[in-house]
Nanobody
């Protein structure tokens, strides 16, 4: 089992920045990769960014490339999502997830943290 707890969301003006954190506990040694997802009301959940735990390889949705950066801290078992140049359309519930069995196939999910960007 893996437990994931997100933090760092909030209200920010357009053009501002936020850094989200996702602290993992439990069987974290089995983690293959971790992802940040977001879902806005009335929209489908979107994979925003993912990072392969061992190699640090990252990938991003086109909508956030050049603005968001995902990173991980081994010692703290924590994944971060640095979000810059935020836009109102980035408003969503952001959730982190961990894949333990297969890459890009997420088994465990956090509760999410709300990000609201005002215009």
């Amino acid at each position: 089992q893996v437990q994931l707890v997100e933090s760092g969301g909030g209200l920010v003006q357009a053009g501002g920045s936020l850094r989200l954190s996702c602290a993992a506990s439990g069987r974290t040694f089995s983690t293959l990769d971790m992802g940040w997802f977001r879902q806005a009301p009335g929209k489908e959940r979107e994979l925003v960014a993912r990072i392969v735990w061992s190699s640090g390889y990252t990938s991003y949705a086109d909508s956030v490339k050049g603005r968001f950066t995902i990173s991980r801290d081994y010692a703290k078992n924590t994944v971060y999502l640095q979000m810059n140049s935020l836009k109102p359309e980035d408003t969503a519930l952001y959730t982190c997830a961990a894949a333990l069995k297969y890459f890009n196939d997420y088994d465990y999910w956090g509760q999410g943290t709300q990000v609201t960007v005002s215009s």
